[in-house]
Structure formats: structure tokens, C-alpha cells
């Protein structure tokens, strides 16, 4: 059973670019969140998709845009990088049923900004 | 607001020490507690769980004890191997369900040497 599947694993890009990082859920789980993992900190919340919708939203500026789609999978957009982008993002699905409490993490995306 | 505050890092231990890695929360109402653990280069695993005061998560020898009285979920092992070295974030969510967002800790890395 494939766990949640990130890509790409590390990704280098130009401030002032635009990046799309993608996440494909664990096999029967609906809900995907988004995290900001900075080097030596702990991951922050950036937002929540489910049923194509964000549900909710951490402190993160409008530069960072979502998408889910009908089978699950999701996009995080970032618009304009600046340095302070470059960090670990992290892909974490959840599902309605089985263990409600448990939310299955993806290796991440390594983005550095120059 | 809602937070998690961490013993800082490094705690380097021999092996077959006993750990404990000190984490206390600051939440209304009654959130669940988790332990992760980040080892490197990858991304997070849930290492274990508590849902309301009292209750004691366990998983591979690690274990935690959710303390509304003082409002802590310290982690402790009795005898900490090589293996165990990582970091490891304590985190709460507010919400029942899948719909919480998690709040972490800024983690503490453990180091254990043979």
C-alpha cells in the first residue's frame, strides 16, 4: 500500500519564479494538508484540502495557492519566491474512516530559493 | 493562542540510557497529543498518540502520558538505541476528527552513541 508520494524530492529555483509541488495521497484517504518545514524548526501549518476545497488556512500569505482534484491528489503553488520560501514542504494525507486520528506524512519536497 | 514548547536539542544519550524529552502545550479546551519522529531526510512518522487526560501512548518502547494538570506529554524510553537517533516533534490538534490542523513543537534531536 503506497504511502503518500511527494515530487519533486528536491527542487532549486530563481527568487521571483513560480514553483507547483504535488502530493498524491495515501490509497483511501481524502484530505490533504500542506506544511512548511524551515531548516531546525518545527512544521507549520499552510492549508487543508478536501472534496476540492480549502478548508482551512494557516498564516501564509496569498502567494501560496492550492488545488486538490477528483482523485485526491494535490498542488501547492508558490508565486514570487523569496529566499525565506526555501524550506522542506510536507505533504500529509488523512482519511474519514479508520484511524481518524492519524495523518500520514509524505518525505517532502526540499525547495531552496537563490 | 494554541502552541507547543520543546526541551531544546541536542540531547545526546549512550546507549541503553533512559530518555526523556520534556514537551508542555498551551490549548483551550481538550486537544489530542502526538509524537513524531523525523529521521534524516525523510519526513515525519507518528510514533504515538493520546486523546484525552490520562491516557498513555505507547509504540516500540517509547511512551507518553497526556497530563491536563500540568498540561504536558513528556516523551520517555527506558533504554534508547543507536536507531532511536532523530528528531522528534511533539504536536496537538484542537479539532476531533481529520479536520485539525497540527501544531508543532520546534523539536528536539536526539543523538545516541554506542
Known amino acids: 500500500d503506497a504511502g503518500v508520494t511527494q515530487s519533486p524530492t528536491h527542487l532549486i529555483k530563481t527568487r521571483g519564479q513560480q514553483v507547483t509541488l504535488r502530493c498524491s495521497p495515501k490509497s483511501g484517504h481524502d484530505t490533504v494538508s500542506w506544511y512548511q518545514q524551515a531548516l531546525g524548526q518545527g512544521p507549520q501549518f499552510i492549508f487543508q484540502?478536501?472534496?476540492?476545497?480549502?478548508?482551512q488556512r494557516g498564516n501564509f500569505p496569498d502567494r501560496f495557492s492550492g488545488h486538490q482534484f477528483p482523485n485526491y491528489s494535490s498542488e501547492l503553488n508558490v508565486n514570487a519566491l523569496l529566499l525565506g520560501d526555501s524550506a522542506l514542504y510536507l505533504c500529509?494525507?488523512?482519511?474519514?474512516?479508520?484511524?481518524?486520528?492519524?495523518?500520514?506524512f509524505g518525505s517532502g519536497t526540499r525547495l531552496t530559493v537563490v | 493562542g494554541n502552541s507547543v514548547t520543546q526541551m531544546e536539542g541536542p540531547v545526546t544519550l549512550s546507549e541503553e540510557a533512559f530518555l526523556t524529552i520534556n514537551c508542555t502545550y498551551t490549548a483551550t479546551g481538550y486537544p489530542s497529543l502526538f509524537w513524531y519522529v523525523q529521521y534524516p531526510g525523510e519526513g515525519l512518522q507518528l510514533l504515538l498518540k493520546?486523546?484525552?487526560?490520562?491516557d498513555k501512548g505507547s509504540n516500540k518502547g517509547f511512551e507518553a502520558t497526556y497530563r491536563k494538570e500540568t498540561t504536558s506529554f513528556h516523551l520517555e524510553k527506558g533504554s534508547v538505541q543507536v536507531s532511536d537517533s532523530a528528531v522528534y516533534f511533539c504536536a496537538l490538534r484542537r479539532s476531533s476528527g481529520n479536520t485539525g490542523k497540527l501544531i508543532f513543537g520546534q523539536g528536539t534531536t536526539l543523538q545516541v552513541k554506542p
Open positions: 484540502y478536501y472534496e476540492e476545497e480549502e478548508r
Open positions: 500529509a494525507s488523512s482519511g474519514t474512516g479508520g484511524d481518524i486520528y492519524g495523518y500520514t
Open positions: 493520546a486523546t484525552k487526560a490520562d
